[in-house]
Nanobody, 119 residues
Framework: QVNVVESGGGSVQAGESLRLSCAASGRSFATYVMGWFRQSPGKEREFVASISWSGDSGLNYADSVKDRFTISRHSRLSTVYLQMNTLKPEDTAVYYC???????????GGQGTQDNVSS
C-alpha cells in the first residue's frame, strides 16, 4: 500500500508565497511521476504541475501557474515540493498531490491541503 500525505497549506494575502510538501511512502514501490492537482469551489479538478523521477526530471506546468510555481523533488525520500509565489485569489483551492507508480502506472492521491489567497 502506498500513502500520500500533503502539508504546508494555509491562508495568505495576494502576492505572498506558500510552499507545499508531499511525501509518498509504502512498501516496495518505485516512483515514476509525482505532481499536483487542485480544485477550486465550483470548478473541476485541474492539473497544476508534475515532475518525473527519471534522469531528465521532466517538468510540466499548467499555463496558469507557469513562471509563478516551481515543482521540485527529493528523489530518495519520494517527496515533492510546490513553491508557489505571487499567489492570486484564483489560486485558492484544495491542492492534491499524487504519485504515479513505476511499473503498473497506478496513481495514488492524497487527501489534499487547503490554500486560501485573499485579495
Amino acid at each position: 500500500q502506498v500513502n500520500v500525505v500533503e502539508s504546508g497549506g494555509g491562508s495568505v494575502q495576494a502576492g505572498e508565497s506558500l510552499r507545499l510538501s508531499c511525501a509518498a511512502s509504502g512498501r516496495s514501490f518505485a516512483t515514476y511521476v509525482m505532481g499536483w492537482f487542485r480544485q477550486s469551489p465550483g470548478k473541476e479538478r485541474e492539473f497544476v504541475a508534475s515532475i518525473s523521477w527519471s534522469g531528465d526530471s521532466g517538468l510540466n506546468y499548467a499555463d496558469s501557474v507557469k513562471d509563478r510555481f516551481t515543482i521540485s523533488r527529493h528523489s530518495r525520500l519520494s517527496t515533492v515540493y510546490l513553491q508557489m509565489n505571487t499567489l492570486k485569489p484564483e489560486d485558492t483551492a484544495v491542492y492534491y498531490c499524487y504519485v504515479t507508480i513505476q511499473g503498473n502506472g497506478r496513481r495514488v492521491g492524497g487527501q489534499g491541503t487547503q490554500d486560501n489567497v485573499s485579495s
